[in-house]
């Protein structure tokens, strides 16, 4: 299965997505937990996509000033979050890509520099009902999503494997 799928930049990034507090489950204020795992990058470069997939959710609103899309990839819904805005280039729902095809860049979060060394990164949610396109966010739970959110890490781990 691994080699269907391919590493959303075409190069890892430097710091590990199991470390620090980017890994899936790190704690968050209040109890809340991380439901992604997060890939530093610097901002604007591209994002790719994974797998085949269909957009569900277009570019919305997401943290600090920056957005996400939601694809379904096969089994599961994948959200790209703090990507940049405008970078979907108009994506509209049920718009379809290849594997390994340019979707979106990195986010430049508000407060910081696009030449800084942190703030930017992808944030990568997974759902393991992919059918499902419901709404991700949730008031309930240990990481405000749908209780079908799952690690991201183990697939990372295999689809860096495979750049695009």
Request: glycine share 12%; net charge positive.
């Amino acid at each position: 299965m691994s080699s269907d799928w391919c590493f959303p930049f075409k190069t890892p990034p430097e710091a590990s997505w199991r470390g620090g507090s980017r890994y899936f489950g790190a704690p968050r204020s209040k109890g809340r937990k991380h439901g992604g795992c997060d890939l530093i990058k610097p901002a604007y470069e591209t994002i790719y996509a994974v797998h085949d997939g269909v957009l569900v959710h277009e570019e919305t609103l997401f943290y600090l000033g920056t957005y996400y899309v939601t694809y379904q990839h096969g089994p599961y819904l994948i959200r790209y979050g703090e990507i940049q805005k405008g970078s979907t280039k108009g994506a509209k729902r049920g718009h379809k890509v290849k594997k390994g095809q340019p979707i979106c860049k990195v986010g430049l979060m508000n407060g910081y520099k696009a030449s800084g060394p942190r703030g930017h990164m992808l944030h990568l949610e997974m759902y393991a009902k992919g059918s499902d396109h419901t709404p991700l966010r949730s008031n309930k739970g240990p990481y405000m999503r749908r209780k079908d959110v799952m690690d991201p890490a183990p697939h990372l781990d295999e689809w860096v494997k495979n750049l695009p």
